[in-house]
């Protein structure tokens, strides 16, 4: 059995070992999916590119409160009282950049609301080994450099979707350019191909691969195939259709971008990944649009919000609704802002007319406070997360219930 106290490098040993699982035959669009009822957060911080310091731009954050500056496997098992999401066996992260309109009037900008939806999607062909994330899995997909699209697979896998139902639009790489009446949806395809060994990487992204065709097709020689997952964050922008100008967008990412290119989604694994496991192997045989259909999942799913929500306060002490400029003093603009993901940086020079230039001041980001610490995890369930940080001093409010018992046990054969 792998404890969830396991030093990481043995840890890590263990995870190479092959997987024995039994598996349905898999459907080729299979998938169980559930709506988070609302965000946990939106905060600066970010603990895979951005450990113990604030992150360079603000992120909208779902999944378990024991997310914070350092947050790992560990601590989202461990000091997770209650998760935004529906599955109480799932207390991982997700986020995305945070989505801002300018305001055409020049007051600055009013934060986009927004919720999300994810999907598991065991993808691969029939009776092939599908395996649940391993516990200490990181991950990012796209880049918050990017600028510019291309026909390159990383790029492809993310995307926006403009919801108008009598007049369809494609989903593509930037921002639209009309208007969504019934809402704008940002899309985010993870790499479903591990390499069986490292838990993370130095640009977040060299350990695990897309496969063959994106969203289906082979791995690379030597990966293990993985459930994928695919984010969707909704937003409902038709109320701030009197915003555009001259039939151009009023959005910005809240890293600076105007193009939407750089759209990206981070996932840090908080699954019981026997119950993960479990919904694989018994539930890849069709759409499972609700998840109490699910045997595996159905124990710790709530089908409706919670009267009280799962939330955190922010870790990082900032105004982010209706502001002058965007959190991190992040400039507006075409050109890629610094790299805080590793990714590469496409080169593109400022349009004319946008506000990046050398007057503008570059983005901040400082070192954590002395008195925010990550100790080491307890045994068994902390106090609850707002408890655990020191920068909050609220009472964390919990939806979703933790399961009691939320040390996970192993995937049989890692």
């Not at 059995?1 to 598996?23: Q, Y």
């Not at 790489?173 to 130095?202: A, E």
């Not at 919990?398 to 939320?406: L, R, W």
Request: with cysteine; net charge negative.
């Amino acid at each position: 059995m792998l404890s969830s106290l396991l030093p990481a490098p043995k840890r890590a040993t263990l995870l190479a070992g092959a997987l024995a699982a039994v598996t349905l035959a898999h459907s080729a669009d299979a998938m169980f999916r559930f709506d988070c009822h609302n965000n946990l957060v939106v905060d600066r911080v970010d603990p895979i590119t951005s450990p113990g310091t604030e992150s360079m731009h603000l992120h909208a954050i779902s999944g378990g409160n024991g997310f914070s500056w350092n947050a790992d496997y560990e601590a989202m098992r461990e000091k997770s009282t209650c998760t935004s999401c529906p599955i109480g066996a799932d207390l991982s992260a997700y986020w995305v950049p945070q989505l801002y309109v300018k305001y055409k009037n020049g007051t600055g900008f009013g934060l986009v609301e927004s919720h999300q939806i994810v999907y598991y999607q065991p993808r691969g062909s029939k009776n092939e080994e599908i395996i649940a994330f391993p516990p200490g899995l990181k991950m990012l997909a796209g880049d918050p450099d990017l600028r510019t699209g291309s026909n390159k697979i990383e790029q492809r896998a993310v995307t926006w979707q403009c919801i108008n139902y009598k007049d369809p639009v494609p989903e593509q790489q930037g921002f639209p350019s009309v208007k969504c009446p019934q809402g704008l949806r940002g899309q985010v395809n993870f790499p479903m191909c591990w390499n069986g060994k490292d838990l993370d990487s130095p640009d977040h992204k060299s350990h695990v691969a897309y496969a063959e065709n994106l969203d289906s097709g082979k791995c690379p020689t030597g990966y293990k195939k993985m459930v994928k997952i695919f984010y969707e964050a909704f937003y409902s922008v038709d109320k701030y259709d009197s915003e555009w100008v001259d039939d151009k967008h009023p959005f910005v990412l809240s890293n600076g971008d105007t193009t939407g290119y750089s759209f990206h989604g981070d996932f840090l694994n908080g699954w019981d990944v026997d119950v993960l496991q479990a919904a694989i192997d018994k539930c890849s045989d069709k759409n499972y649009f609700n998840p109490a259909e699910c045997p595996p999942l159905a124990p710790t799913y709530s089908s409706k919000p919670p009267a009280t929500r799962c939330t955190l306060q922010p870790q990082v002490k900032e105004e982010t609704h209706n502001i002058r400029k965007l959190p991190g003093n992040n400039p507006v603009g075409v050109a890629p802002a610094p790299s805080v993901s590793g990714g590469d940086d496409d080169g593109d020079d400022n349009e004319s007319g946008n506000e990046y230039n050398s007057d503008t001041p570059k983005p901040t980001a400082t070192t954590k406070p002395a008195a925010t610490t990550t100790s080491k995890p307890a045994a068994t369930t902390a106090k609850p997360a707002a408890t655990e940080l020191a920068k909050s001093d609220k009472p964390v409010k919990c939806g979703v219930k933790a399961p009691k018992t939320i040390t996970p046990s192993s995937v049989s054969g890692y």
